[in-house]
C-alpha cells in the first residue's frame, strides 16, 4: 500500500500543518510518548486528539487507507466524537483510551483523578494495542499531579502515549513541555469559516458572513452560534447591553454586572463568565476602533453596527484605549483569582 495515501477523516476546519504532522506519525509509526496540544478554544483540539487516538487504537492502521477505519472492532468500540461528551472526569470511552477533564466545579485537574489515569495507563492494554490518555484542561494540573504525571513520562513505556490540552503553554511545567512533542493550534481565516459554513449549512452569504466574523477564527464557536440559538441569543444580548454599559452611572454599570454574572454564578463558573465578558468587551473595543478610523466594514460584531456607530461617538479614543488597557489588567486580576465581580467592576469604574 502507498502509505502517502493515508486519508484522515477528522472533523478538522483548518491547521493542515496539524493533521499534516499526525498524518506523518500515522504512516511512519513514530509516535511521541507524550503531546501538548496548545492553542485558544473551539479550534478542535479535542477533537484531533480523540481522533489520533481513534486511529492508534485502530486495528486496520497499516492496511486501511482511512484512519480511523470505522469497521473494525476497536473502531466500533466508541463512537466518533463521543470522548468530548463523555461526563465522567476519568471516563473509559474505549478499554484503551481515558480521558480526563477538570470538573466543572473545581479548580484542578486533582491529584486522584491523575493517579487513576496513571493506573488506567499501566494496566495491559486490550489486544496489545496503545494505551492512550488524554487529559484536558491540562493547564490547571496542581503541582502534585503534574509532578506524578513526570513521573510516568520519565519511564516512557512502549506504546503509551499520553495527550495534554491547554490553552496556554506556559501555564504547563517547563518539565513535562520539554518531554513532549508540541503542537500548535492557531486561529482558522475567516474567509475559511466563512466557505464552510455557506458550503456544509447551506446558510446565506450575509449569516455566514456575521457568524465566521463573531467567532474570532474559531470554527466551533461560529458552529455553536449556528446551530444552539439560545447560546446565540445570551451571545447578543450581552453584547448590546455592554455596548449600552458607557452610558450609564456607575450605579447603573454595577447593577448590569450583577445581571450578566447572574445571583448563582460563584466559583470557577463566574470567573469562566467573567472572562468571556471581558473577551467580549476586548472585542467591541477594537471594534469601536475600526469605527472611529472609518473601517466599519471590518468589525467583529457586524450584529449590532449600528448601536456600535453610536457608540463609537460618545467613545473617543484615548477612553477606548483605556478600556481596553483596563480590560487587560482586568484579565490578570482573574488569573491571580480575584472575585469575578470585582474584575468587572474594576473595568467599569474605567472609563
Ligand atoms: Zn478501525
Same mark, same amino acid.
Given at each position: 500500500?502507498?502509505? @502517502?495515501?493515508?486519508?484522515? =477523516?477528522?472533523? /478538522?476546519?483548518?491547521? +493542515?500543518?496539524?493533521? %499534516?504532522?499526525?498524518?506523518?506519525? *500515522? ?114 494540573? @496542581?503541582?502534585?499531579?503534574? =509532578?506524578?504525571? /513526570?513521573?510516568?513520562? +520519565?519511564?516512557?513505556? %512502549?506504546?503509551?502515549?499520553?495527550? *495534554? ?122 471594534? /469601536? ?40 489588567q482586568a484579565e490578570d486580576y482573574l488569573r491571580a483569582?480575584v472575585?469575578?465581580?470585582?474584575a468587572?467592576?474594576y ?5
Open positions: 500500500m502507498n502509505n @502517502s495515501a493515508i486519508q484522515l =477523516n477528522w472533523p /478538522l476546519l483548518g491547521n +493542515e500543518h496539524i493533521l %499534516n504532522y499526525l498524518r506523518k506519525s *500515522l504512516t511512519t509509526g513514530e509516535v511521541s510518548g507524550s503531546y501538548v496540544f496548545v492553542g485558544p478554544d473551539d479550534l478542535g483540539k479535542t477533537t484531533v486528539a480523540s481522533h489520533f487516538a481513534y486511529s492508534l487504537l485502530c486495528q486496520n492502521r497499516g492496511k486501511s487507507s482511512v484512519l480511523p477505519c470505522g469497521q473494525c472492532p476497536s473502531c466500533r468500540q466508541h463512537r466518533l466524537g463521543r470522548v468530548d461528551e463523555a461526563e465522567d472526569s476519568l471516563a473509559s470511552v474505549h478499554a484503551d483510551l481515558h480521558l480526563v477533564k477538570k470538573d466543572k466545579e473545581k479548580k484542578n485537574v486533582s491529584i486522584e483523578q491523575t493517579r487513576d489515569l496513571i493506573k488506567a495507563l499501566s494496566m495491559s492494554s486490550f489486544m496489545n494495542s496503545y494505551k492512550i490518555g488524554i487529559i484536558k484542561h491540562a493547564d490547571t494540573m @496542581s503541582s502534585e499531579a503534574a =509532578n506524578a504525571l /513526570l513521573k510516568t513520562l +520519565e519511564e516512557p513505556r %512502549n506504546k503509551v502515549v499520553v495527550i *495534554l490540552i491547554s490553552t496556554d503553554l506556559a501555564k504547563l511545567p517547563e518539565t513535562i513541555v520539554s518531554r513532549s512533542q508540541v503542537l500548535r493550534f492557531h486561529q482558522v481565516s475567516t474567509d475559511v469559516i466563512y466557505q464552510y459554513l455557506v458550503k456544509e449549512f447551506g446558510i446565506g452569504r450575509v449569516q455566514a458572513k456575521n457568524l465566521a466574523r463573531l467567532s474570532l477564527g474559531r470554527p466551533a464557536l461560529a458552529v455553536k452560534f449556528l446551530q444552539d440559538q439560545e447560546f446565540y441569543q445570551s451571545y447578543f444580548k450581552r453584547t448590546e447591553s455592554l455596548l449600552n454599559f458607557w452610558r450609564m452611572d456607575l450605579n447603573g454599570r454595577f447593577a448590569a454586572i450583577n445581571e450578566m454574572l447572574g445571583p448563582k454564578a460563584s466559583g470557577q463558573e463566574a470567573a469562566g463568565l467573567a472572562r468571556r465578558i471581558l473577551e467580549t468587551w476586548q472585542g467591541l473595543a477594537r471594534d /469601536l476602533i475600526l469605527c472611529n478610523s472609518g473601517q466599519v466594514d471590518l468589525v467583529q460584531h457586524e450584529i449590532v453596527r449600528e448601536d456600535l456607530e453610536l457608540a463609537g461617538k460618545s467613545l473617543p479614543l484615548p477612553l477606548i484605549m483605556e478600556l481596553l488597557r483596563s480590560i487587560k483569582n472575585n469575578p465581580k470585582s468587572l467592576e473595568v467599569a469604574m474605567s472609563v
